[in-house]
């Protein structure tokens, strides 16, 4: 219980009060984003002086110090859907469905609900701020028959009012599709202000475009359903629709310059104040933490580099230990010592044996959740291919290595839990969920019983159709023999401890006791026909079809800490060429090696796959992290570099190490500088 509260208490120091002072200092600058909102809704470049006073004047009324207020609201409740909603692994629908599922997400609805109205809160503050025909929702009129003062709408105030909802659920929307809430760290570390600096002009870039943007979508949606908005306020709020004015829900009504400059100032007014929050998030979650390597006392050996990169709860502190770990590795003698040290009493290497571990962990589960993805694509149709086959012996070597026993090829099996998302594996490994990654909604591979597989992929998987010369008992042996054997099929027969099933026994027609009944065939009739009319439907298939980089992207959407673990183990491994004393790295160093080797033979293999080594299109400016579609891309790169750095290092010293003929054959190839 002690060592629990001593766990939550660091966590909450670490990432809780990182986020409070990001909130902080967004708070901080909205006087700075207010003013200069306030000196370009009265610019008067003919009357300078008069524009300066009555900014001047502006900025320090009470209904400006209220607006302050108000935003300082928004603000908080901004900064803390920051900290609910962001996170560390991106969630990649794999089909448009599932995509339509995650906006709909009661959760999602919420979020959407919530900033629709502190969108309107800000168009508000705005309205009231700019002063004039925008001040207030009722305005005094006169009627043309009688002659007297009654109220009347303001449309000029309800236009911005739902300019501001409706840009609230934009906001809302896009933080889904382009995964607004994804927080990645740099890869070059910069101190905050820097790096504030730096981000700083695209932010107000994205603010803008994204305002013009709301602002030409939200006056075409005005022009054509305007008037269902207006006349539900006028009747319910006893309201009267001033007939002198135009309105504007017709076109020249809405050409007015003046209406469309103050829409636009105001929506960059809104994105900004929004955008900035987020992007000081960013900044201060994703500083680097320096973790002691070793503690004297034990009550603080929670907060040790070993105990956090074995952090399962909180994502983020595992990805700052593995941030921390690749940057003393490269930068810190004094700690990489004292990761090479031996404890006291014992003589026992805990610091590094810890670190090698769980690095290792790590790469041998993306191995192992690329063997299961190249798994997956094979039974889906495909036959086994021999390098598939030589790439299950490489992670059974390779696990054999790291385990001190002897070399027995075995397929992986697939029960081994994988840290992957569930949307790569959901059909074929069943949704096992990692503390790495979030589950999804989507799946991954298509079905045999999809009404999108082709018949020649339901031959393969042995449904054949009654109309089919291949259904029933095929006299020759031949083409029995020539029958694809479905690697999933081996793989679970050799899994149960059963020899798998023989062509003959397969192709067999079924027994008079085993024929289904009338109405279970006619079910199964009338499944093949809703499936077959769904599949001519062109909506279907556009909703159900698989993004092309998504399964990809997908499986590779943390490889942000598989790259520190390889840039870690790699320099430190490099460094105890000189610095390792007691040669406490030696001893890991064939399992080091057999672990990259497989994993580098598991990454080639993956690029050959369709869509796998395809670049992604550059998108427009927007607040959406895309780094993730290019994760795989950065691995493959980093686990080179890696390997570089071992073999550039120790050299022809690599031929004593005791690996595998295969393994030792790609490493020939590294220091050869073939690769």
């Not at 925008?134 to 009129?141: D, Q, V």
């Not at 810190?332 to 090698?356: C, D, K, T, Y």
């Not at 029933?472 to 054997?485: C, D, E, F, L, W």
Request: one cysteine or more; proline letters at 6%.
């Amino acid at each position: 219980m002690f060592s629990l509260k001593q766990n939550c208490w660091f966590i909450k120091k670490v990432v809780i009060w990182r986020a409070v002072s990001s909130i902080a200092w967004s708070v901080l600058l909205l006087p700075v984003t207010t003013a200069v909102f306030v000196l370009l809704s009265r610019f008067n470049l003919f009357h300078p002086i008069q524009w300066i006073s009555e900014c001047t004047s502006l900025l320090t009324a009470p209904s400006t110090i209220f607006s302050l207020v108000v935003l300082c609201g928004v603000v908080l409740m901004t900064g803390f859907f920051n900290l609910e909603f962001y996170t560390l692994v991106p969630s990649i629908p794999c089909s448009r469905v599932a995509l339509l599922g995650t906006v709909l997400h009661p959760r999602q609805c919420v979020h959407s609900l919530v900033y629709c109205t502190m969108g309107m809160l800000v168009m508000w503050c705005a309205s009231v701020t700019i002063g004039g025909r925008y001040s207030t929702l009722g305005t005094p009129c006169r009627q043309s028959e009688s002659g007297e003062f009654m109220t009347c709408l303001n449309e000029y105030h309800l236009f911005l009012l739902l300019a501001g909802a409706f840009m609230g659920y934009s906001h809302s929307f896009l933080g889904v599709v382009q995964n607004m809430y994804y927080v990645s760290f740099q890869p070059i570390q910069q101190y905050k202000y820097p790096r504030f600096k730096g981000c700083l002009p695209a932010v107000v870039k994205c603010s803008v475009i994204q305002s013009l943007y709301s602002a030409r979508n939200f006056a075409a949606l005005y022009f054509f359903f305007g008037y269902v908005p207006k006349t539900w306020i006028s009747s319910t709020l006893n309201l009267q629709i001033d007939s002198s004015l135009q309105p504007l829900d017709s076109l020249t009504g809405l050409i007015d310059f003046s209406l469309l400059y103050h829409l636009a100032i105001s929506g960059t007014f809104l994105y900004l104040t929004w955008y900035l929050t987020v992007l000081l998030f960013r900044i201060y979650v994703t500083e680097a933490y320096s973790f002691p390597v070793q503690s004297t006392f034990t009550e603080d050996a929670e907060q040790c580099l070993p105990k956090v990169l074995a952090e399962k709860n909180t994502l983020v502190m595992k990805f700052l230990a593995l941030q921390d770990l690749a940057l003393l590795s490269q930068h810190s003698l004094s700690r990489r010592l004292e990761v090479f040290s031996l404890s006291q009493p014992g003589g026992h290497p805990h610091n590094w044996n810890a670190i090698s571990k769980e690095c290792l962990s790590l790469l041998s589960e993306l191995t192992h959740r690329l063997v299961a993805h190249q798994d997956a694509v094979a039974s889906n149709g495909r036959v086994k291919s021999q390098s598939a086959s030589s790439d299950t012996r490489s992670v059974s070597s390779s696990s054999s290595v790291m385990s001190g026993t002897e070399d027995i090829p075995e397929t992986p099996r697939l029960s081994v839990p994988l840290r992957t998302p569930g949307s790569v594996f959901k059909s074929s490994v069943g949704g096992v969920h990692s503390s790495l990654t979030a589950p999804f909604t989507a799946p991954f591979t298509s079905d045999a019983d999809s009404p999108f597989s082709s018949p020649a992929i339901r031959r393969l998987v042995g449904q054949q159709e009654p109309q089919s010369p291949w259904f029933g008992t095929v006299q020759s042996p031949h083409v029995m023999r020539r029958g694809p054997k479905l690697w999933s099929a081996s793989t679970e027969s050799q899994t149960n401890g059963s020899p798998p099933a023989s062509p003959a026994t397969v192709s067999s027609p079924p027994a008079a006791n085993q024929k289904p009944s009338f109405l279970a065939q006619w079910l199964q009739n009338r499944r093949e026909q809703v499936k077959s009319f769904l599949a001519k439907r062109v909506l279907i298939v556009y909703l159900f079809n698989k993004l092309p980089e998504a399964s990809s992207q997908a499986l590779f959407a943390d490889s942000q800490a598989h790259i520190w673990a390889l840039q870690g183990l790699s320099h430190l491994v490099a460094a105890s060429f000189s610095e390792d004393q007691f040669g406490v790295v030696q001893t890991t160093l064939p399992s080091i090696l057999s672990c990259l080797v497989v994993l580098l033979e598991a990454v080639d293999r993956h690029f050959k796959l369709p869509h796998a080594s395809s670049k992604p299109a550059r998108t427009i400016c927007s607040m959406g992290d895309s780094t993730y579609k290019t994760l795989r891309f950065a691995l493959r790169a980093a686990l080179k570099t890696a390997i570089y750095k071992i073999t550039t290092t120790f050299g022809e010293h690599l031929n004593a190490v005791n690996i595998s003929s295969e393994h030792r054959k790609r490493i020939q190839q590294f220091l050869e500088f073939k690769e």
